[in-house]
């Protein structure tokens, strides 16, 4: 063979394996990025609102507020009702956020119904392109929890103390039950805080409130709970209410967020769209679905 053949041959074998490996490894590529491009742009994509509940609103009643509250509890009940407080037995939340999974941030939709201090029920939908990807039941009833995800289900005493936890702290959707239910007791901290305490088991769990210096509204309360089914400590757990509002003559938080305090910036993001108080839940707090 010729030296000339010889260069040619070793010209020859890049051209060949540039042609033979680099193209598919392209379209693999390119298809990645695209199947990327497109969950991505399907996660920008906000639902429509779930359906309007069937439950019927009662009727709500008022009582004083009490005279013996520390003096930042005092001032935010009065900046939201006056001199006297609803009487609020049940409660069905409904709204829009995003929930973040696993890394990734949904679009979501939920509606929490409650029988306040007592039992609620979670139902949640993570959507893409505006539909239903997956959903979410969970249930507190009688002291016990079970949240049935789409991949496994979950429950114990670690997530009884979890669920309990959320059961007094989503009552900040009707934050008088924290006077007029006396399971729930309130404690001086400061000039713009106080502890609010709640039963669990034979025990006590608390949440330190703080309240907004200017406004004097309610803006976080954070607690200690236990984030998986088998962990041994807790972890510290942030609730806020970011912006309040009123929707049909009820002062609520308009947006709300939920904030593991490993993981430092919100997984769960509410805005509240409806709220009907003191309809009949003891059968529908128990079913699943919307």
Known sequence: MSTATLRDSHR????LSRRRYPRPLGYIAGGLATVLAT??????VEPAPLPDTAI????????????????????????LYGDRVPVVDSAVITGRGTMRIAGVTFPARFRFSHVTGQSYRHYIELTVFGARLAAVNEWFVDGHARLELPFAVSQ???VDQGANLALWAECVWMPATWVTDPQAGWE????????LTVPFGDGRETFIVDFDPDTGLLASMESSRFKG?????????????LEWGHIDGHPVPLSAAVTWADEGSPWANFRTEQV????DLDDYVREAGP
């Open 12 to 15: 020859a074998e890049p051209t």
């Open 39 to 44: 969950g991505w742009v399907g996660l920008q």
């Open 56 to 79: 019927t609103a009662g009727e709500v009643t008022t009582v004083p507020l009490p005279n013996d509250l520390p003096a930042p509890v005092e001032r935010f009940y009065r900046a």
């Open 156 to 158: 114990g005493s670690n």
């Open 188 to 195: 001086p901290v400061d000039g713009t805080s106080a502890r």
């Open 229 to 241: 089914e088998n962990d041994q400590t807790k972890t510290g757990w942030l609730n806020e209410a």
């Open 276 to 279: 009907v108080y003191n309809g």
